[in-house]
Structures are given as C-alpha cells and as structure tokens.
C-alpha cells in the first residue's frame, strides 16, 4: 500500500461503445449523468447495442500518448475500464464475442498496449473490471434504473413495470443464462486472462457489487493470488484480508 499512499494521483480512463453515444441517445442527452450508464438508463436494447459497436472504430488511439501525457501531468497510475457494465471488453478474450477484438471494426486489444505503455513510463497499471453489472453478456446483472433516467421516453411504464419484474432487466436477451453461468463462463475466465496476459496489474477496481452473493465473490477474490502486488478496492462485496483500499 505504500506506494498508493505516495502516488496519491492518477488517471481513471472510461472508454467503450458507449463513448460513440456521447451521452445522448436518439437525439435525447441523458436526463441523468453518467455517459457509461446509456445503455440501462436509456433502456437501449441489446441488438441495437451490438449495431453501435460496429461504429467503434478508435483508429487516432495511441496509448504512448495517453500515458505520456499521464505521466507528464505527474500521475503515478492509471486505472482504464477493461469491462465496463455494458459488459464490452477492451482485451481480446475466449469467454465472450462481445469484445473489442470480435465485435468492432478495430480488431485489436486496447488493453495490452496501455500495459506496455505504463511499464515504458513508469506508471502504475490498474484495470476496472464489472463482476457483477453485465447488460449484454447473459447471465449478468443489472441495477434497476428508471426508463426515465435516460429519456422521456413515452413507454417508460411499460418498460419500468418489465424492468421492476424482471430483477433490472429490461430485454429478454438478457436472462437466457443465471447468474452462477456468467460468473463461471465469462467474469471468472475474463479475470483470469487479464491476470495472467498482461504482466503485473498493480492495482484493480470492482464495481456495483448489486445481488452478488458470497460465494460468487469468493469465486473472483481467490483469483487474486495470480496477482500477489496488486491493490484492490472495497467493491467485491466482501472485505477480504488483502491489501484493499477504498477508491473515491
């Protein structure tokens, strides 16, 4: 922990297909901040979610340059999204098609040259990883949002009465897998492979640990041990006796 405590600033980079929306969605800017959260917010379907990754296209990304620029401004970390709650990875990853890699134009991994980049400079490598939020990957979670957080939209009650029986969701697409499947196929074989495929992660951020239970947690905490330095947040669910640290 003691060089968390030193570094004390740093950079945390939330990038994904919610970026080509901007916020707005149809023509309607989000009635509630957070450009990341469109997707629930604005209760976008899943099909037509898929359609937008085909518009991700990050041809200028030059991750010398972001963290060039991190480094410059006196950062001592960087923390970007690897799998946000739209579940869409930056990396390259076996347990799901809904990645960077499979689903875009791109075609490449935004995560491992980040990695190469920090360890160029000297600036520590964190990732954000969503245990339990997942709103395309089957199986996942979702917090329960009011349609009317995204828009006005005119089917708000229709879809809030679906989303209010339905544990958050809002698409059928979403519950043809339980919880127990995502976890064992996607968040624990994804977690394994940013572990073990991209060098020394330093620090690691889980997120919304909505209806997670115990078990799953442990599931994920115990994968911990492939990464013996790392620094991990306060999010999993459970405190763990690992080296934890409460993120602001």
């Known amino acids: 922990m003691q060089w968390w ?3 004390r600033f740093g950079m945390f980079i939330h990038f994904g297909v919610y970026s080509i929306y901007g916020g707005v969605y149809n023509g309607h800017p989000m009635r509630k901040g ?23 296209n990050p041809v200028k990304f030059d991750a010398d340059a972001w963290v060039k620029m991190a480094k410059d401004a006196g950062m001592k970390y960087i923390v970007i999204t690897s799998k946000h709650h739209d579940g869409f990875a930056l990396f390259e990853t076996k347990a799901s098609k ?7 134009p791109y075609g490449k991994d935004l995560i491992k040259p980040i990695a190469k980049a920090c360890k160029k400079y000297g600036v520590k490598f964190g990732i954000y990883y ?7 990957n089957p199986g996942g979670l979702a917090a329960p949002k009011k349609a009317t957080e995204g828009w006005l939209n005119p089917d708000s009650v229709k879809v809030d009465a679906y ?9 059928s697409l979403q519950t043809t897998s339980t919880f127990d499947e995502y976890i064992d196929k ?28 115990t078990r799953h947690a442990t599931k994920l905490n115990a994968l911990l041990a ?7 947040n306060d999010r ?4 763990y006796p690992d080296d934890t640290t409460v993120f602001a």
């Open 186 to 213: 996607v968040a624990i074989p994804q977690v394994k492979e940013l572990f073990t495929n991209y060098g020394e992660i330093p620090v690691l951020w889980w997120d919304t640990p909505y209806y997670i239970k």
């Open 236 to 239: 999993l669910k459970v405190r």
């Open 98 to 104: 809904w990645n960077v890699v499979d689903a875009t």
């Open 163 to 171: 989303t209010r029986s339905h544990t958050g969701h809002w698409d």
């Open 130 to 136: 969503s245990q339990s939020q997942d709103w395309n």
């Open 5 to 7: 405590r030193e570094g």
């Open 226 to 232: 492939l990464q013996p330095n790392i620094i991990t």
């Open 34 to 56: 957070g450009a990341e959260w469109i997707m629930n917010r604005s209760k976008i379907l899943v099909a037509e979610y898929h359609k937008m990754a085909k518009q991700f």
